[in-house]
């Protein structure tokens, strides 16, 4: 189990090499003209700029062996009046994953007048990404009906992993009163109990979900899935059912 201070140190650095890759492409291109957008012509991006990577964690889909990951497209101009083709490549310089990791299709469609649309990466859960993340890093390029738009949005980088840190709402407030010291096995056990994410949650959301929880855990006390990590029965500190 990694620590949170751990991941987030793994994230910045991620952050620098991918800026330092922006930099090096910049110096690479620097003679290349910056689109106009001009009527009749039509240019994708990716609706976020690449030192915005997506972190993907399969932690939070236990039941699922893959995932087909949204990833928002735009395209810089006006609409165009029928469906248009794009292609989304790997970059296997840059990557670290391996072919069994996902499947991306050969062509995509932006479909017609839209101004923003969704491509689909399909993430698999295989069993090395309990072991730590892989990256996967996409590229657009031009097709006979779109070119590419804005360099700095148009690679998209994409941990994936089946591991996690402790997730930011489970604070002390949550550890006092509603479901105790943390763990990645007492996390992962939550959330395929009550599929929860608390982030925005309200108190007393938090309380009816640690109640779920609780009663979970009593109703499978001495289960080898409710021992927590430290070889005790997992308890959660939420009034009730007692």
Not at 9 to 23: S, T, W
Not at 106 to 133: I, P, Q, W
Not at 134 to 146: C, K, N, P, Q, Y
Request: aromatic share 12%; proline share 4%.
């Amino acid at each position: 189990m990694k620590l949170l201070h751990n991941k987030e140190e793994e994230i910045m650095k991620n952050r620098i090499f991918i800026i330092l890759v922006c930099v090096f492409v910049w110096m690479g291109c620097d003679e290349r003209e910056i689109p106009e957008y001009n009527t009749g012509k039509y240019y994708i991006e990716f609706e976020n700029e690449t030192i915005d990577s997506t972190i993907f964690t399969f932690i939070y889909y236990p039941n699922n062996e893959y995932y087909d990951l949204p990833i928002p497209v735009k395209i810089a101009g006006e609409a165009a009046d029928k469906d248009l083709t794009y292609k989304v490549s790997v970059d296997g310089e840059l990557s670290t994953v391996e072919s069994k990791h996902y499947a991306l299709p050969e062509t995509m469609v932006f479909r017609k007048g839209l101004y923003h649309d969704t491509c689909y990466v399909r993430l698999n859960k295989t069993a090395d990404l309990s072991n730590g993340a892989v990256r996967l890093v996409l590229f657009l390029e031009a097709t006979s009906d779109m070119a590419v738009g804005k360099l700095e949005n148009s690679v998209a980088i994409i941990q994936i992993s089946n591991t996690i840190a402790r997730p930011a709402w489970w604070d002390s407030n949550v550890e006092q009163y509603y479901l105790g010291t943390y763990s990645q096995k007492k996390f992962v056990l939550f959330l395929r109990v009550t599929g929860a994410d608390l982030t925005d949650a309200s108190d007393s959301e938090k309380r009816a979900y640690a109640l779920d929880f609780k009663q979970y855990l009593i109703d499978h006390r001495g289960d080898p899935e409710t021992i927590d990590e430290d070889g005790q029965p997992m308890t959660v500190p939420v009034l009730g059912l007692e």
